[in-house]
């Protein structure tokens, strides 16, 4: 599924390495079922605040905002369909 919404451009954002992506999965589980199935919302974010992050987390970033993202318009795209209250 194609992101309607990307980030800029203009910012490197590296790849991710495997041990924080698998740290990243296990606290968003956690929050999630601390959180009760709570819809999902789009992610708000700062071009010139990411500018001035580290590489290491540009990469966080980039992941975990994608993934929200995704699971934004997943969520919308059902609701349109009916699948959703």
């Given at each position: ?67 929200e993202q ?16």
């Open positions: 599924m194609e992101l309607q919404h990307q980030l800029p451009k203009d910012i490197y954002f590296p790849e991710i390495d495997e041990a924080t992506r698998q740290m990243i999965d296990a606290t968003d589980a956690q929050a999630r079922r601390a959180q009760g199935g709570k819809p999902p919302a789009p992610m708000a974010f700062n071009a010139e605040a990411i500018r001035t992050l580290p590489p290491a987390a540009r990469a966080a970033f980039r992941y975990i905002w994608e993934r995704r699971r934004y318009e997943e969520y919308v795209q059902r609701r349109r369909a009916g699948a959703v209250n």
